[in-house]
């Protein structure tokens, strides 16, 4: 493609040619690479710390198509208000759940974040599932995950959101169904009696990012994490990063 750097090309020139005959995509692409080898080597040189290049790889990977998927969600809710996430009322904890799938491999992530009024995260869960169904059978995975986990560790009173409407009328309808998926909302409202003063409602994407994020985290990686109170190092700065809001 004409783009290798020539012994005495600037750097300058030499991307002003890369942008000339790359798409905008892989400018992009180009410059997170760029970003995040600068980092690498900042790290290396001032703080003595080190990750193999296929950590780094995973991390540009994963932060670019996060990037680009926020991108394609602006142009589509670009014509109305744009919803965000809101804290839970005092003594409250509120848990956003979110679910991605991956049609080719049949595996999907899930991506759980629960956090108390003042937004401050205080568990979550980043799981890698393999063999599924469908994207409703994640999404339901996830919401089901949350409230393993709330019960697990006594967080209540607590509030659930999904982006996912069809979920919520299922859970609502309480409808007994023999399908996997039945069984998966059947486990949901289960957890939820255990919850007193518990609910589930639905959310816009916008108001669901962190755990949107979380989810797109683990379908690409092999995450089997779940938590309450301190974050797991291995994710900690993805947390830090992608999931404040």
């Known amino acids: 493609m004409g783009l290798e750097l020539f012994e005495g090309t600037s750097i300058g020139t030499w991307l002003a040619s890369c942008f000339e005959v790359l798409s905008k995509k892989n400018v992009a692409l180009l410059l ?10 900042n790290q290396r040189v001032w703080s003595n710390r080190f990750v ?6 995973f991390q540009i990977r994963s932060s670019f198509m996060l990037v680009q998927s926020h991108l394609v ?22 848990a956003n759940c979110d679910g991605a799938f991956d049609l080719l491999s049949k595996s999907g992530g899930i991506g759980v974040v629960i956090r108390d009024a003042l937004g401050d995260i205080v568990g979550g869960a980043c799981i ?9 059978a994640i999404e339901a995975m ?14 209540s009173p607590i509030i659930f959101e ?24 059947e486990d949901i409202n289960s957890f939820l009696q255990v919850l007193v003063g518990s609910s589930l409602r639905h959310v816009y994407r916008e108001a669901n ?14 995450f089997n994490l ?10 900690r700065s993805f947390i830090a990063s992608q999931c404040t809001h």
């Open 142 to 155: 996830a919401c089901r995950a949350a409230c393993s986990l709330a019960v697990q560790y006594h967080l």
């Open 209 to 222: 990012t962190a755990a949107h994020n979380l989810a797109k985290l683990a379908l690409l990686s092999s």
């Open 73 to 94: 969600t602006t142009r589509r809710t670009s014509g109305r208000i744009r919803p965000v996430w809101s804290p839970p009322s005092s003594g409250w904890l509120k």
């Open 226 to 235: 779940s938590w309450s109170g301190h974050v797991p190092p291995d994710i």
């Open 162 to 185: 999904t982006d996912c409407q069809h979920l919520v009328s299922s859970v609502e309808s309480g409808a007994e169904e023999t399908s996997a998926l039945g069984r998966v909302i």
């Open 32 to 41: 997170f690479v760029g970003w995040f080898v600068w980092k690498e080597r």
């Open 52 to 57: 193999s290049l296929t950590h780094l790889q």
């Open 128 to 136: 890698k599932v393999n063999s599924v169904a469908s994207p409703e």
